[in-house]
């Protein structure tokens, strides 16, 4: 829907609207030529697909980040730094395993209205609505290309918002946002780039601290599962510590270095911020941070 894959880790927020443009024109051009009843209609399905890891996250943030960033960003390190890491990449992709969710949303027409099993429309109101009205003036069928063009923008920002509520969010996604966004809060003075380069040492966070963060931020997503705004993994169910290890374990599966680590000491530290940002924007558009 972007037209191409999403750099920056994020859920689509603005869609390309070429093929949904046509898919405009064909309901408008279906209507005339079936001028009695109902006619035929064209239906808008969204899916998103949800899942703890993406195998080539760090080519893709670092792609985002360029572009972004310019000369702000400088790529410091290759992922495979040493012919032992790269090795050990290849046995975890092939030894190793992690769950992938398929949301398919509820079905829309062309202006995001909801329909029944027999393909019948209602408004937000829950009005039953007849959309071959849409593309008429004076009771005939017209062709007018700048209002299809706002039909296909307004259903562009449908869809959007129906990716948001049917997001599937997996421990991965929730570890890795209250992660990132607790380095941000430990250095409020730093730019996103900064943070970024942040030194090794600098990188952990205490767990006690950061279970108590994680806690707040699973609340609020529950509130908003209640009231139908996102959906959640079955293993968010269980208590915030297996959430946390949970996450952990599935969010560095294929990397050489992994975004977020507990170490021997019992911290929670990073080896790898551009991959925990990464999958820390997989949780935007929630407003989560105003609950941590």
Not at 193 to 203: A, F, G, I, V
């Amino acid at each position: 829907p972007g037209g191409t894959r999403c750099r920056s880790g994020e859920i689509e927020k603005k869609l390309k609207l070429g093929l949904l443009g046509t898919a405009m024109e064909a309901q408008r051009r279906m209507f005339i030529q079936n001028k009695t009843g109902r006619g035929d209609k064209v239906f808008v399905v969204p899916m998103v697909m949800s899942y703890h890891f993406v195998l080539e996250a760090a080519s893709l943030i670092n792609q985002h980040l360029k572009r972004t960033g310019r000369e702000q960003y400088y790529l410091i390190n290759d992922e495979f730094a040493s012919y032992r890491k790269f090795l050990k990449f290849i046995w975890k992709t092939f030894s190793a395993s992690s769950d992938i969710a398929l949301a398919f949303g509820k079905p829309m027409d062309m202006f995001g209205n909801f329909v029944d099993e027999q393909g019948v429309s209602y408004d937000r109101q829950g009005r039953e609505v007849n959309i071959r009205e849409y593309f008429m003036r004076n009771g005939e069928f017209t062709e007018d290309e700048q209002r299809d063009r706002e039909y296909t923008r307004l259903l562009g920002e449908r869809i959007v918002e129906r990716y948001h509520v049917e997001n599937r969010v997996f421990s991965s996604h929730l570890v890795a946002f209250v992660a990132f966004e607790m380095f941000q809060r430990q250095h409020p003075e730093l730019d996103l780039y900064s943070l970024l380069r942040l030194p090794e040492e600098d990188r952990v966070l205490d767990v006690q601290a950061y279970l108590q963060t994680l806690e707040r931020a699973l609340q609020r997503l529950r509130q908003l599962a209640e009231h139908g705004k996102v959906h959640l993994a079955d293993h968010l169910l269980n208590d915030t510590r297996s959430i946390m290890e949970h996450g952990v374990k599935n969010l560095g599966l294929y990397h050489a270095k992994r975004p977020l680590v507990l170490d021997k000491q019992g911290h929670l530290a990073s080896d790898n911020m551009n991959l925990l940002y990464y999958y820390h924007n997989r949780l935007i558009g929630y407003e989560l941070e105003r609950y941590l």
